[in-house]
């Protein structure tokens, strides 16, 4: 038997007796407890109290939960609204097919349970969901969905294990993770690891902390208060990130921009109803050749600007843009900072009095924190080199990488081989179903709700009639 089956499970036939303990001994790891770790937290809490024997979830965060969504730690100022519709919640798309039949009581189950970690839920348990109605449904502020995000996981019980990753490796077919903290003595074990969050700050340009920053270094800038001096500011990147950076130096506090893309314009995401059925339901994903996979996510999340920045853009003459792909920022005699870019072969300059590279994190920063062993048998997994690329295309229907001795899920990396929806917001709660059904035994019978005679036992095991290939 692999060390991956060891760490497989099945649902007991006969409901177990009262205080019996779970069959998995060690946790789900997730790296990161933003909303990823807390979806996973809500659907094992569910799937348990209903009669799956899933993993329970431990998250290793440096801060607190939903940190990158408050103020002062680097991707926000917690004002800016949320670019995800907030009925995209933790449990979303509310599709629980992937563990039997709809019409099987247990199952219906799992989606009336979920419910209760929506965000209309949490709105109604705070007595602010009449008001959130009468304003007309706005889009939440960053500020209100880690609020949100902490409330559920409180009710999740997401057991949050407070230090910086330091290190990852395979061990006796799971996970070793050590940290920074002093919970449990700087090391916590699991059966699978799962990356979540954008990573450190990547980056263009050489950022020095003071005239040219990453996104972190501007939202703080931010919050402290911008300097006065500071009345030209050169954007580098063109995604959502870059974005929201924007709007806040246009619209806030009223400096001129220039945005410099490696695009012809600043385009817009695609918000029609064609577009979102992919990222609510990718069971036809895989049918589309790699290429129109990639122009897709091309066109809906990556390089593109929500329609609520473009829209909130339009009202201002501050912000202008150059086409090109920026090769090198520095600070000249006169104080000012010279960025230079490429485009059709020729190179300009436009000078600046702050530089702000906004163009996201690293999704293979996890890579320097892997073990020898474990970063042996990924490099062994993809061919030999770990490109982004060609990760990418190995991602599994579990979000995971296959070939491995432990499970390592990485949603992130998942847009191109399962779904334009994983790496981000928009299908959070069948993100849960695929990664936790890579636990249960699929040819494992099914155990009845723990709640005697309310529900009959589920006829079927975790379906896989969706499965896409990888």
Known sequence: MSDLATCRTSRAPDRPPAGAASLHDRPLLVVGAGPKAVALAAKSKVLREVGFDVPDVVAVERDRTAANWRPGHGWTDGRQRLGTLPEKDLGFPYDS???GDHRDPVVGEIGRRMVGFSWTGYLMRTAAY??????????????DWADYLEWASLEAGLRVV??????AETQEGGWLVTHTGRDLGGV?????????????CGGAVTTDGARILDT???WRAVTAGLPRRVRRVAVVGAGET?????????LVHHRDVTVLAPHATLYSRGESSFENRYFSDPADWTALTEPDRREFIRRTDRGVLSQDVQRDLAGTERVSWRTGRVTAARTTAAGDVEVSFDYAGRRDTVEADLVVDATGGDPLWFTGVLGPQARQALTRAVGGRLARSSLERLIDHALSVPGLRAPLHLPNLAGVAQGPGFPNLSALGLLADRVLSAYVSPAAPARAVTEPGSLTAPAHAPSTSRRGAS
């Open 216 to 218: 972190a270094g501007f």
């Open 188 to 200: 916590v074990r699991g059966c699978g690891l799962l990356v979540s969050g954008p990573g450190p």
């Open 162 to 167: 407070t230090g910086e990753v330091l290190g």
């Open 130 to 143: 009449a008001r959130w109605i009468d304003r007309g449904r706005p889009q939440p502020t960053h500020q």
């Open 97 to 99: 097919s992937a563990w």
């Open 242 to 250: 870059a974005g929201t950076v924007v709007r806040e130096l246009a």
